[in-house]
């Protein structure tokens, strides 16, 4: 999967519709010598240098330059090492637009992580900052409105989150599934109660890809036997 960036002029544009409007504006002009166009020029340029020298054609970045605005083209596998290159050198007078999820990106640290957001969306890395914008949009994201992330190099475990129920009645509000699976699936524990808080959800998904558990085992968890399907309140530590 390859995801999509746009740098433009800070204050321009807030809204979704609005970054388009602006992008398309531009694209009859010349690039101009702005300070976050020139420097995207040096940054790419540098990254496609290493890129080559690496041997790694699959992780080059692409640039396209249109009046004072810069679209970036990242593989999904270059982002963990692209996106905090972009976001130290672009100017304090630019912003950062992730086109593919509708969002501006202010600086955060990443983890290495997959992550499955309803089998539609797949990346290999994460920040907090994302997570709490995908939890609360799960259902705009995929048909299934739910996201995995598991390590790399470890498939005996995860953590994974679905956004409301089946038969959900409008009326009511949004609630989370949340479960941590261990063993290959042998020990499945479910949050008990179900949270309606999706800022708490992605807060409790990152803890998990940090290896936190402190807030994790401060949840009641209910864990199901796959043998028999009951259901014990009990501590992630059994």
């Not at 004072?68 to 100017?91: C, N, T």
Request: contains cysteine; proline residues 6%; negative net charge.
């Amino acid at each position: 999967m390859v995801r999509d960036f746009v740098v433009l002029p800070k204050g321009v544009a807030r809204r979704h519709a609005e970054v388009v409007v602006y992008v398309r504006s531009q694209y009859s002009c010349p690039p101009t010598e702005d300070n976050h166009v020139l420097c995207m020029t040096g940054m790419v340029e540098g990254w496609r240098n290493g890129v080559n020298r690496a041997n790694r054609p699959e992780l080059t970045a692409h640039a396209f330059f249109h009046g004072d605005i810069v679209q970036v083209r990242v593989p999904d596998e270059a982002v963990a090492g692209f996106l905090p290159i972009m976001e130290e050198v672009i100017s304090p007078g630019a912003e950062l637009y992730d086109v593919t999820f509708e969002v501006f990106v202010r600086s955060s640290s990443r983890r290495t992580v997959d992550v499955d957001i309803g089998g539609e969306h797949s990346f290999s890395s994460v920040s907090l900052r994302e997570l709490h914008y995908w939890v609360p949009n799960l259902h705009k994201y995929a048909r299934t409105p739910f996201v995995i992330v598991t390590r790399p190099n470890d498939d005996t475990s995860l953590i994974q989150a679905y956004r409301g129920a089946v038969f959900h009645n409008p009326d009511d509000p949004i609630t989370y599934t949340l479960e941590v699976v261990r063993d290959s699936g042998a020990r499945r524990y479910n949050a008990d109660p179900k949270l309606d808080d999706p800022a708490l959800v992605a807060d409790l998904i990152w803890d998990w890809a940090e290896d936190r558990w402190d807030r994790l085992n401060e949840l009641r968890w209910s864990k199901t036997d796959s043998n028999d399907r009951t259901s014990l309140v009990q501590s992630l530590d059994d």
